[in-house]
């Protein structure tokens, strides 16, 4: 990371497992064909989008300090945002979901610093500048909608994946990464496309983190607001592909209240979309999330949330009715009449209260995996974290003492009392045995032989989530991806072509040129016959300094252009549209 990053607090109280996404811009990679990409889309969507955006973006533009002629540089982005309360960094492509939405919990958008193409200039399915800085920035200067941004983090980062999920993270982002590269064979777009779409119709059962990413989609990325009828753009993917926000007012695109039912509707991220979801208020989005939370692992805890954690074979919390933290991965979880009586996890494991990891209980200690009962004692009502200290006498559950316990769901721990745990509240959190035999009828789970048993105490599972309690327990500076995004490759006739858009810019900016325009023009047509955006960028120029003669010269030329490419006959047509304003073209 470097130093034109680390200008805004926010980032520095990034927990390490996110720094570890975070790269340089590397500003002067950005080259004039890609400057002026930028300035197309953004001349394009301030024009268009004025009249069909919600109102807070062009306000976000202004205060987010997003410029039309510059590709925006992060040191002056988050130096702009920390007056807003946020912060941006730059990442490689699309990051783990679960990484993504953490990011936007610490108020922190996360920006993919490549641009698009000049073929993909209308939309690309790989995350882009364009999209982040031009399509999420400006709306987050809302703070009604800021809020609702970071709260889905906050709750969407615990939200618990499948085993499928990953593979359709990986799948999504090398399909992104070939479709955005230059002259990637067919071939493999066809296989990449084959391998999301295998995946995408044999997903199985939603998991947590499949759902909350499609809220994400109907929302942050392509949500219209207002009335079915007459809905505005407030969504990123919208606001930053010129082509789907016209595309997506039309009666083509079905519009939809949006609701909790959201959360059932997958989504092709090569396509355009077939339906939108239209909230009436920034205030609606913050109420299905909190309906949608309310459905989660994190609050609903109990057998389905283990099975769930089970299932996703990742690094996972749950939470006892004590307060305990067991944070591993869940291999196993015994139940009884639809109830857990005793969970596994297996591998590295940490027991944490209050997201911070206790004492002599972390992963080295820890090291092979973690087993307990769940639940209360067998023909006992009260269970034992409610025990008085006489009851707890009562039961022999003292230091020193031999004692079987006898769980419901026929489990027994049998072995000498060493000492307990505690926490605030005087509530026993861990009860520590040696020569400690724990079974469930003939099956052996833990034997004197493996050492010291601790055994957790809690009545119920109240909340089971993604990652563990304390971070700082695991090393989660794990994430190498399968695929890097792909950088161009510049032939002669590439660096030529750089030049000569690097020549228009300094003419626009008033700086001192070595070619003039007519030079410029007379070397795009003999070179680089099939380029029509420097073409439109003199146009502009010519009619700015009224060289008519000229202007009418490259008119002709893009006509030209339009009738032998027509696949970009509306790109210029938009163009010159901002140029020409009224005039036929």
């Given at each position: 990371m470097n130093s034109a990053i680390e200008s805004n607090p926010l980032i520095d109280r990034l927990p390490s497992h996110l720094k570890q996404f975070i790269k340089p811009q590397e500003?002067?990679?950005?080259?004039?064909?890609?400057?002026?990409?930028?300035?197309?889309?953004?001349?394009?969507?301030?024009?268009?989008?004025?009249?069909?955006a919600h109102n807070s973006y062009l306000e976000g533009l202004k205060k987010t300090g997003l410029e039309i002629d510059n590709i925006p540089n992060m040191y002056g982005m988050n130096r702009i945002l920390k007056e807003i309360g946020w912060a941006a960094v730059a990442v490689d492509g699309f990051i783990p979901p679960n990484a993504f939405m953490e990011f936007q919990a610490y108020n922190v958008l996360v920006i993919a610093s490549d641009i698009r193409q000049l073929e993909h200039i209308e939309y690309t399915p790989a995350p882009d500048i364009i999209h982040e800085g031009a399509g999420?920035?400006?709306?987050?200067?809302?703070?009604?909608?800021?809020?609702?941004?970071?709260?889905?983090?906050?709750?969407?980062?615990?939200?618990?994946?499948?085993?499928?999920?990953?593979e359709m993270y990986e799948a999504i982002r090398l399909l992104s990464i070939l479709k955005e590269a230059e002259d990637t064979p067919q071939e493999e777009i066809d296989k990449a496309e084959a391998q999301v779409e295998f995946l995408q119709n044999n997903m199985g059962e939603l998991s947590e983190m499949a759902q909350i990413r499609n809220?994400?989609?109907?929302?942050?990325?392509?949500?219209?607001?207002?009335t079915v009828e007459n809905p505005k753009i407030y969504g990123a993917g919208l606001l930053s592909s010129i082509g789907e926000s016209e595309w997506c007012m039309t009666d083509n695109v079905k519009k939809i209240p949006y609701d909790i039912s959201a959360a059932q509707q997958s989504f092709d991220i090569t396509k355009p979309q077939p339906q939108l979801y239209v909230t009436p208020d920034f205030a609606h989005l913050s109420s299905v999330l909190e309906e949608f939370a309310n459905k989660m692992a994190i609050r609903r805890g109990g057998l389905s949330a283990i099975k769930k954690l089970v299932d996703s074979k990742s690094i996972g919390t749950i939470e006892l009715s004590t307060g305990l933290q067991i944070s591993g991965v869940f291999t196993n979880v015994i139940e009884n009449d639809g109830k857990p009586v005793y969970i596994q996890t297996t591998g590295k494991t940490a027991l944490a209260y209050r997201e911070k990891e206790l004492v002599s209980h972390g992963t080295e200690y820890h090291a092979?995996?973690?087993?307990?009962?769940?639940?209360?004692?067998?023909?006992?009502?009260?269970?034992?974290?409610?025990?008085?200290?006489?009851?707890?006498?009562?039961?022999?559950?003292?230091?020193?003492?031999?004692?079987?316990?006898?769980?419901?769901?026929?489990?027994?721990?049998?072995?000498?009392?060493?000492?307990?745990?505690?926490?605030?509240?005087?509530?026993?959190?861990?009860?520590?045995?040696?020569?400690?035999?724990?079974?469930?009828?003939?099956?052996?789970l833990f034997q004197p032989e493996w050492g010291i048993y601790d055994m957790a105490v809690g009545k119920d599972v109240i909340s089971a989530y993604s990652g563990p309690a304390d971070v700082n327990s695991f090393d989660l500076i794990t994430h190498v991806p399968s695929s890097t995004t792909i950088k161009p490759k510049f032939s002669d006739s590439r660096i030529?072509?750089?030049?000569?858009?690097?020549?228009?810019?300094?003419?626009?900016?008033?700086?001192?040129?070595?070619?003039?325009?007519?030079?410029?023009?007379?070397?795009?047509?003999?070179?680089?016959?099939?380029?029509?955006?420097?073409?439109?960028?003199?146009a502009e120029l010519c009619k700015?300094?009224?060289?008519?003669?000229?202007?009418?010269?490259?008119?002709?030329?893009?006509?030209?252009?339009?009738?032998?490419?027509?696949?970009?006959?509306?790109?210029?047509?938009?163009?010159?549209?901002?140029?020409?304003?009224?005039?036929?073209?």
């Open positions: 500003y002067s990679d950005y080259t004039p064909i890609n400057q002026a990409v930028w300035r197309y889309v953004m001349r394009k969507n301030v024009d268009y989008l004025s009249k069909v999420h920035a400006p709306i987050i200067a809302n703070p009604e909608y800021a809020e609702y941004l970071r709260r889905f983090g906050e709750i969407g980062c615990k939200a618990i994946s499948s085993s499928h999920d990953y809220l994400h989609w109907w929302t942050v990325e392509y949500g219209l607001i207002g092979d995996g973690f087993g307990s009962p769940i639940g209360k004692l067998k023909g006992i009502n009260i269970a034992i974290e409610d025990m008085s200290p006489r009851d707890l006498s009562a039961y022999d559950i003292y230091e020193e003492k031999a004692v079987t316990l006898e769980f419901e769901g026929n489990i027994k721990v049998s072995g000498e009392i060493v000492t307990g745990t505690r926490n605030l509240h005087g509530k026993i959190l861990i009860i520590k045995f040696k020569n400690c035999t724990v079974t469930q009828g003939d099956t052996i030529e072509l750089e030049g000569l858009y690097n020549s228009v810019r300094e003419i626009r900016e008033n700086k001192v040129s070595s070619l003039t325009l007519n030079s410029i023009f007379e070397k795009i047509k003999k070179n680089h016959p099939k380029d029509w955006l420097l073409s439109v960028e003199i700015e300094s009224n060289n008519n003669s000229l202007l009418e010269d490259v008119i002709s030329h893009l006509n030209n252009i339009k009738n032998q490419r027509p696949e970009v006959a509306k790109l210029i047509n938009n163009g010159l549209g901002l140029i020409l304003e009224s005039e036929k073209i």
